[in-house]
Each structure stands twice: as structure tokens, then as C-alpha cells.
């Protein structure tokens, strides 16, 4: 259907594939329209397909799946990547972010999470494994990482931004600060703005080489 959020999965384990091919198509609102065993493959047909989201592992024979992010980003940047992978190390976090992708899940991410990771991303959100969301805050919570003075953010702003980082979805920002999502897009408008960044994505790697 028109209003079903196309999906294209990339992913060598047949068995986690076709799990993930029967979870996407068997919820509403969602189609997986290809499952790839690897990256040759999915940009070999992402073209004909243009799917919204990718669900893209890194261990992937061949090219791997960051590599594959940058060659996919190039082509087409409209499309959302999302990591869907067992690392959880900074480094591949890190390489995953630069490379493109706008989310990053481990696999054992549950399956009704999974679906609101999708819904998230291409709303505009970026969202991370709590896993994930803790080592960016390590790095987030170094020595003057979250003050940017030069942006002269406002006490509400450098909050939202916490939340942000932790990798929190805007409807649980505005639950946790007792305020509507339209506040909170407008606030994280202006910090985007303050920080000249477009993207969360943007925002975190500003924070995370702002720590290096």
C-alpha cells in the first residue's frame, strides 16, 4: 500500500533475513519489498526499489555493511540507514554515523522496538539501542563536550540536547520534560540551527569529535 514504510533488509544470516522479512511484512504499515545476503546485491537493486529505510548489518561477506553505507548515501541520500548489527563498540558506532546511517540497533533489539525504530527514522529521529545511547554518553559527558558556548544554547535547549544524545525519541523528551512534541521539534529546530547541524546524526558526531 501507498502508506506502508518500504523497507530493504541486508543481512547474510538466512535465518535472521527471512526473520526479519516476516516481521516487516506481517506488520501493518510496513513492507519489506528486499531481503539482500550482501551489499553487492542491495545496491545492485536499491535503484529499481528505493526503499525508505534499510536495516543494514556490518559483518557482511564482501563489502561490509559501513562501506556499503557510504556508496548508498552517495547515490541516494534520501534514504534513512539503520545499523541492525551485533557491534557495540565505539568504533563501529563511530564509522557507522560517518559513514551515514541516521540509526544504529543491535540485533536482540526486540521486535516491537525494532518496528518504532523504523517509524522514528523516518519521521526524522535517529534512534539508538540503549547499549548504543550509553557509550554515546560516555563520550557526551567528557569535560565540556555538551556546553558548546559559541552557541549560546539556553538552559532548556542544552536539556533537550541530553536527551537527544541519549538517544531518546521526541514523544519520550516531551513526556519527560511535560511538554508537547511540537515543543520539542521547535526547540531541537533552534539547536540544529545554534550548532549547524541538520540531522541527530550530525548532532552526535559534533559532540563525539568535540570530545576526541
Known amino acids: 500500500m501507498q502508506n506502508e514504510i518500504r523497507v530493504m533488509i541486508v543481512e547474510d544470516d538466512s535465518a535472521v533475513r527471512e526473520g526479519l522479512r516476516a516481521l516487516i511484512d506481517g506488520s501493518e504499515g510496513f513492507s ?14 536499491i535503484q529499481s526499489l528505493m526503499p525508505q529505510v534499510v536495516l543494514m548489518d556490518i559483518n557482511l561477506p ?27 563498540n565505539t568504533d563501529e558506532i563511530f564509522k557507522s ?27 526524522g529521529g535517529s534512534p539508538m539501542s540503549s547499549e548504543i545511547a550509553r557509550k554515546v554518553v ?15 544554547l539556553t ?10 544524545a541519549k538517544g531518546y525519541l521526541y514523544k519520550e523528551i516531551a513526556n519527560s520534560l511535560f511538554i508537547s512534541i511540537e515543543t520539542v521539534r521547535t526547540h531541537i529546530h533552534k539547536i540544529y540551527q545554534k550548532l549547524q547541524v541538520r540531522t541527530r546524526t550530525e548532532m552526535l558526531l559534533k559532540c563525539m569529535k568535540s570530545g576526541n
Open 155 to 164: 538552559a532548556r535547549e542544552e536539556e533537550i540536547l541530553e536527551y537527544l
Open 138 to 152: 560516555q563520550v557526551f559527558h567528557k569535560p565540556s563536550i555538551h556546553k558548546f558556548p559559541e552557541a549560546n
Open 62 to 88: 564482501g563489502m561490509n555493511g559501513i562501506e556499503c553505507v557510504v556508496f548508498l548515501k552517495a547515490a541516494y541520500p534520501g534514504i534513512q540507514v539503520m545499523m541492525l548489527t551485533v557491534f557495540d
Open 32 to 45: 519489506c519489498n528486499c531481503a539482500c545476503s550482501s551489499a553487492e546485491e542491495a545496491l545492485e537493486k
Open 97 to 123: 554515523l560517518e559513514a551515514g546511517a541516521t540509526g544504529y540497533l543491535l540485533k536482540k533489539t526486540p521486535p516491537a522496538r525494532l518496528l518504532e525504530a523504523i517509524t522514528d527514522l523516518v519521521n
